[in-house]
């Protein structure tokens, strides 16, 4: 009895399997609200815990250095979460050089019932609109940057910051 148990359940399990990949999405249930992402635009990456689901965007621009990645919380924002520069009441983007050569930005945005993070770590444009790069030592690990190299990188991404936001806000 207990064999056929197990089969039955292994066999339910591999039906699930194929039923997401039949249908090609990723379903994640935040608190008061199903999130819905295709698999062939994004895949689940690792979990160290149980509160945050971290999902990795398979394709990216030629800007980017690696893979955008999102991560869902699933409990309320708090306020030692809101960090960076206050874009809106919800919305935060902070900037660092984490990696020698490259621009991190971290975009955090409040859902109320959980919050979404996503890490877009950037190659230095070829044509910046202003002198960051003069200005901005990216050949150095730099966990913080001076206002006015943030004011500088966030004129020069701003389509990058914008498109997150959007993607943040529409799919998640």
């Not at 148990?5 to 699930?16: H, K, P, R, V, Y």
């Not at 991560?71 to 306020?79: E, Q, R």
Request: charged share 25%; proline share 3%.
């Amino acid at each position: 009895m207990k064999r056929l148990i197990l089969l039955t359940t292994l066999f339910l399990s591999a039906c699930d399997l194929s039923n997401q990949e039949i249908n090609g999405t990723l379903t994640l249930q935040a608190p008061g609200k199903t999130i819905e992402l295709s698999s062939n635009d994004w895949e689940k990456a690792g979990d160290p815990n149980n509160f945050a689901k971290n999902y990795s965007e398979k394709e990216s621009s030629s800007l980017h250095a690696h893979k955008r990645t999102v991560t869902v919380f699933l409990n309320p924002m708090s306020g030692d979460r809101r960090i960076g520069e206050k874009l809106t009441s919800t919305e935060y983007v902070e900037m660092g050089i984490f990696t020698p050569g490259l621009l991190t930005m971290r975009i955090r945005i409040d859902k109320g019932e959980y919050w979404v993070m996503s890490r877009d770590t950037y190659k230095p444009k070829e044509k910046m609109i202003s002198n960051a790069l003069d200005s901005t030592d990216f050949s150095v690990a730099s966990l913080s940057i001076s206002e006015s190299e943030r004011d500088l990188l966030m004129s020069d991404y701003q389509a990058e910051i914008d498109e997150t936001r959007f993607l943040l806000n529409s799919k998640f």
